[in-house]
């Protein structure tokens, strides 16, 4: 796909739920693609380069310390990371910064329901994150197709739809 043609998929499905005096925006896609090769877009360095909102120094795939670099054109912001739990290819949870995140896999025929826990500190919060988080996933799901787009992070996401994405998600997340 050329770039400039990209437009992001229909939203995922998307709540926000109370975790003590933070909150966790859940996001949940269906993929084309089976666990290990979700798995290993999630963990390998070289693809998440190619999709995320940040730059890995190593694998994922397993427990320990890593730093995570959030690019923004030309800027790139180091924060900690330590990967808590790392099940293949079923559970990736780690730390970001002052943030937490937990990927959940789970098989569907051919594909995988995957399923975002991202804690963050404010309820208001959770339509911007789920936005970015949208067009991150859409890439990525160009990526396994064999279709790459190249990442869209920063202040970028902005000229890919990611203003109506987070007004649509404020929608979503504000009815009863």
Sequence with gaps: MQRDDFRPGP???VDRVPVGDRWDLILVRELRHPPERVWAALTDPGQLAEWAPFLADRDLGRTGDATLRTVDGDRADPAPATVRRADRPRLLEY???DGLLRWELAPTG???TLTLRHRIDRADL????AA???L????AGH???GD?????????AKDFGWAELRDAYAERLDRP
Excluded: F, S
């Design 126 to 129: 959770a339509p911007m994150v």
């Design 11 to 13: 939203l995922a499905d």
């Design 148 to 156: 790459p787009v190249g990442p869209i992070r920063g202040a970028e």
């Design 110 to 112: 051919a594909g995988t």
């Design 143 to 145: 990526l396994l197709d």
């Design 132 to 134: 970015g988080w949208h």
């Design 136 to 139: 991150c996933l859409d890439v």
């Design 95 to 97: 730390t970001w910064g």
